[in-house]
């Protein structure tokens, strides 16, 4: 096994830049998620490491190897496409296989390699049958038992549960956590959903527009974020960001009036925006701040989202499904300071603690 | 009913198609079915003869030798021009500076009038001024008689088929564009070299495709010389080295009025079309199950 490392990566693609100087270090056995929606340039960095694109400018780094040039076969990487990109015309026994048939591996050998991966992934059963004889799960895991195969040093996975439905991926997210908790193998993991970064990631890279916005734990980044596109994109529903004015000792922002000393930022005049997780919008309470008419009401199990205006404002609040308010009531509402996070209305980058 | 209406729709749709595949090809098959059983020649009444010209053609020398030339044809055109269409999609599918004019000049001489192509490869042909022999001395080869030696007129005939692949190759073309690049980039990251992915990826994902192609080729085949034969080498140089079966059933026809007996001949070159693409079929079944995708 070995780590990954970029070095001020950049990629042009005819001029027009998907990654601007990507500097990101993956750790030996780490399983790190580049996370950032379409077009943040995620899935080019992933590429880069495979070889499947050059880069611009900058180098690559597998273990204590320069393989920025070296073609795809010499990197020694594994790659899970979200196509799953089976052959349709072999078996699950010789799409597993493939690049052990390709770098002509002895046949006893790639036949007792198949089946261990097989078995590692649970689909010792299907080696006989086509992919078109096969479910959307069952697919996902001949690809993974085909990039276990060859036992790479890094494994490269190009949002490979995107296909699955809901409750597959759930499944399968534990699955493959557990598979890279037993093999203790270089994972570089892309995908665009925040939720699925967070709860597979050692550490989660978000990247926007071809940055690194920010890399850190799960619980870092959500708790954390270095900016307004990190707490929007990081966290579902997308944090409720409101433009605020400090006046004296206060900061007003949206129906909000929160004292200036409990935000603990150095505010130095400069126009800043209020974050605010939903999870701390709070209904009710006696130190309520605010009133706000209920919009809609979301009850998805074991939580609700309720959608608010107030003063303007639209927010949204996470609270428990029972005992929820009615579409159209009046609440109150209330936001604990030092729950909240400060931008700089310009920038978008978060305001350091004083 | 919609049903009803959508259905008269489809059908007034098809009717210009159908109309000109019955006047072009379903009436004109089945007089020639009539017609292989009479002698006829425009200006007698028709006789009838039975099965008499299948019988004729069964002792016609010149019959036998434009079968086997034909056999000959197929035997080696439509491998080549399989291999042909293939290799220049395979070249042309990718992307670089030009590649358009590339692919329209591969496709060029299909769109020629086969009068005109068959003229330009007689002034390529010609053993004097030609250009291919003077390049060939040239280059210090072999200069072969193309229009005077049998071997080598039947030679040039097969090497102008060649040049007009370019419906194959188009067909070929779309095929492998239309393969997911994914497995070609997953096949670079697990270390498959070219010939190994052409031969485990590439191919047998084109395989339906090229066997129709195949299919398709050896019945186009069977027509495509006539032309050439009748231009660039007159069905000669003797005996009979570029007499095909169209060429023998125009001759009989058209030269010789003989147009029971040119019905006839037809309908053999109809039935070994037939026999040859069932063959193949059969051959290929299990090839293609193998890569049933």
Redesign the interface.
């Given at each position: 096994m070995a780590g990954v490392v970029f070095d001020d990566v950049r990629k042009d693609y005819g001029g027009v830049p998907a990654l601007r100087g990507l500097d990101l270090e993956v750790g030996d056995g780490e399983l790190l998620v580049l996370v950032g929606p379409s077009g943040s340039g995620k899935s080019t960095a992933l590429r880069i490491v495979?070889?499947?694109e050059e880069p611009t400018a900058g180098t690559i780094r597998i273990g204590s190897r320069d393989v920025t040039r070296l073609?795809?076969?010499s990197?020694d990487?594994?790659?899970v496409?979200q196509?799953y990109?089976l052959?349709?015309?072999?078996t699950v026994e010789e799409n597993v296989g493939?690049?052990l048939r390709?770098?002509r591996v002895p046949r006893s050998e790639t036949r007792a390699r198949v089946a261990e991966a097989a078995r590692v992934v649970g689909c010792e059963d299907l080696l006989e049958r086509r992919p078109?004889q096969l479910s959307g799960g069952e697919r996902q895991r001949v690809a993974l038992a085909?990039a276990l195969v060859?036992e790479p040093d890094v494994f490269l996975l190009d949002e490979p549960l995107s296909n699955l439905d809901a409750q597959l991926r759930v499944q399968t997210r534990a699955e493959l956590k557990r598979l890279h908790a037993r093999l203790g193998a270089t994972m570089v993991y892309v995908t665009h959903d925040q939720v699925e970064a967070l709860t597979m990631g050692d550490r989660v890279a978000v990247l926007d527009g071809g940055i690194l916005q920010q890399v850190g734990a799960p619980q870092e980044v959500y708790r954390r974020p270095a900016n307004r596109f990190v707490g929007r994109f990081v966290g579902s529903p997308a944090m409720n960001v409101l433009p605020a004015e400090v006046e004296d000792d206060l900061v007003r922002a949206g129906p909000f009036r929160l004292p200036r000393s409990a935000l603990r930022v150095r505010l130095d005049g400069r126009p800043i925006e209020i974050g605010v997780r939903p999870e701390h919008v709070v209904l009710g309470g006696l130190d309520a701040q605010a009133e706000a008419v209920v919009q809609i009401v979301e009850v998805a199990g074991t939580e609700a989202f309720v959608h608010l205006e107030a003063a303007g404002a639209l927010l949204v609040s996470r609270t428990a499904p029972e005992g929820g308010p009615e579409v159209g009531s009046l609440v109150r509402i209330a936001v604990d300071p030092r729950h909240a996070h400060v931008f700089d209305a310009e920038t978008g980058a978060a305001l350091t603690d004083e | 009913m919609r049903g009803d209406s959508e259905r008269r729709g489809l059908l007034l749709l098809l009717l210009p198609y159908v109309f000109g595949i019955a006047l072009l090809i379903v009436i004109p098959g089945a007089i020639t079915f009539g017609l292989a059983l009479f002698e006829y020649d425009l200006i007698r009444s028709p006789r009838f003869l039975g099965l008499d010209n299948f019988r004729e053609l069964w002792n016609d020398e010149i019959f036998r030798i434009s079968l086997r030339n034909s056999l000959l044809f197929i035997l080696f055109a439509v491998p080549l021009r399989l291999v042909g269409a293939l290799a220049l999609a395979l070249l042309l599918h990718q992307r670089f500076r030009a590649v358009g004019a590339y692919r329209t000049a591969a496709y060029l001489p299909t769109v020629v009038p086969d009068v005109a192509y068959a003229l330009l490869w007689l002034w390529i042909f010609n053993p004097l001024y030609g250009p291919l022999n003077l390049l060939l001395a040239e280059l210090g080869g072999p200069t072969p008689r193309w229009l005077t030696d049998p071997r080598d007129a039947q030679t040039a005939i097969v090497i102008m088929s060649l040049f007009q692949i370019g419906e194959g190759f188009l067909v070929a073309l779309a095929t492998r564009q239309a393969l997911?690049s994914?497995?070609y980039?997953?096949?670079?990251?697990?270390?498959?070299?070219p010939v190994?992915v052409f031969l485990?990826?590439t191919l047998?994902?084109m395989a339906p495709t090229l066997l129709l192609l195949l299919f398709r080729d050896t019945v186009f085949s069977f027509q495509a010389n006539f032309v050439p034969a009748l231009i660039v080498t007159d069905g000669g140089p003797p005996p009979y080295a570029t007499t095909y079966l169209p060429l023998f059933a125009y001759q009989n026809a058209f030269e010789y009025l003989r147009y029971g007996y040119a019905a006839a001949a037809t309908l053999i070159m109809f039935g070994v079309t037939a026999a040859i693409v069932y063959v193949q079929y059969r051959i290929v079944r299990r090839w293609r199950h193998?890569?049933?995708?």
């Open positions: 495979a070889g499947l073609p795809p076969a990197r990487v594994a790659m496409f196509s990109a052959f349709p015309h072999l493939f690049g390709a770098r078109s085909r060859r | 997911p994914e497995l980039e997953l096949s670079a990251v697990e270390g498959a070299r190994y485990r990826v047998p994902l193998s890569f049933a995708v």
